[in-house]
């Protein structure tokens, strides 16, 4: 029975000494993990620097928004302007025109009496 007792006191030492290097392997895997993560959080840390430059370079964004807003609002202004000039143009011109057809004609209708009273 002595070589039974020893059969079974070196499966126990075999299965304590299993669970030792599991538990080792399992604990080194964890600070690895750990080591790893606080790592990465460290490299991507944002800097307070960083973050004074995203808010200023978001207010100048928002200020240029702003600006070409304005921009476009004075433009379509300036197009109605310039649209309703031109409209208004044309219509002086094609009244001119009108007038100066009609003269054109008076003028021919006044040269043919001369002419018939000659």
Do not use: K, P
């Amino acid at each position: 029975m002595t070589h039974l007792n020893q059969v079974q006191r070196t499966s126990d030492l075999n299965r304590f000494e299993f669970i030792i290097a599991t538990a080792i392997i399992l604990f080194a895997a964890f600070c690895m993990g750990w080591f790893a993560n606080w790592l990465a959080h460290r490299l991507s840390r944002v800097r307070q620097s960083d973050v004074a430059d995203l808010d200023r370079m978001s207010q100048e964004l928002h200020e240029a928004e702003e600006t070409r807003d304005q921009a476009i609002t004075y433009l379509q202004q300036r197009e109605a302007e310039l649209t309703n000039q031109l409209t208004q143009t044309e219509a002086e011109l094609a009244a001119a025109m009108d007038g100066l057809r009609a003269a054109r004609q008076e003028a021919e209708e006044l040269r043919g009496r001369i002419n018939n009273a000659d």
